[in-house]
């Protein structure tokens, strides 16, 4: 009963470092999403699949990467990490349209 | 582009009061939904909505769906200390075909027991 699974779950990067955030789920959704939280704020959609080896651009996609090679798994890539990117990373999936999200508990980066 | 306007940003209330936030956007949406996170977890879906004039409730919570479609309103009542978190809205983003979601600033509340 996982649902969707994210690691880590906090990271301090330096500046210029790359990393990958980690996604996957357990319930065969075709659909998943990735946000960032910022403090203060709402969440921002940063990519998006809508299934397996199709993604797509949201409304923050500078500086990150995505790919999707199986259903369960849509790993979020930092190339060269900046203070901006500090923030609240959000996995999330569904099992269509117009039904909600269920969403990892969440990656806080650090970028120093 | 799309925007959802949360109102208010913040409540600090006492325990058993009833709570009114609401959310608007500047343009139709033909879905609402509301979230609430608790502090360091995810956002959890509570109600959605997917109707004018829709009132639908789970629990103590009541939501209703805007008339204009335009906005949507989330009621709690007699507030517990495990309301505690933030509260979005959320509709689906330029069209639903891809499920994409823009989100509310939230609503932050918090309960004096």
């Known amino acids: 009963n996982a649902g969707v699974t994210q690691t880590p779950k906090f990271r301090i990067l330096k500046i210029g470092q790359s990393m990958t955030l980690q996604c996957t789920q357990d319930?065969?959704?075709?659909?998943m999403y990735w946000y960032r939280q910022d403090p203060g704020m709402g969440l921002k959609l940063i990519y998006y699949?809508?299934?397996?080896?199709?993604?797509d651009k949201g409304e923050v996609p500078n500086g990150y990467n995505v790919s999707r090679s199986t259903t369960e798994d849509f790993p979020l890539r930092l190339e060269l990490a900046a203070p901006s990117q500090t923030s609240v990373y959000f996995c999330a999936s569904s099992s269509g349209t117009g039904v909600g999200y269920t969403f990892g508990s969440g990656t806080r980066l650090t970028v120093v | 582009g799309q925007q959802l306007n949360q109102s208010p940003q913040s409540m600090f209330i006492q325990e058993g009061e009833d709570v009114s936030m609401n959310c608007t956007s500047s343009s139709i949406f033909n879905t609402w939904l509301w979230y609430k996170q608790d502090p360091g977890e995810g956002p959890v879906l509570l109600i959605a909505l997917y109707k004018a004039g829709e009132l639908t409730s789970n629990g103590r919570l009541t939501a209703q769906f805007g008339i204009t479609r335009k906005d949507s309103f989330l009621n709690i009542s007699a507030s517990i200390p495990s309301d505690v978190g933030i509260y979005f809205c959320?509709?689906?983003?330029?069209?639903?075909?891809?499920?994409?979601?823009?989100f509310g600033t939230g609503t932050l509340l918090a309960v004096q027991p």
């Open positions: 959320a509709g689906p983003l330029y069209g639903g075909a891809t499920n994409k979601l823009i």
């Open positions: 319930m065969n959704h075709n659909y």
């Open positions: 699949s809508v299934g397996a080896g199709i993604t």
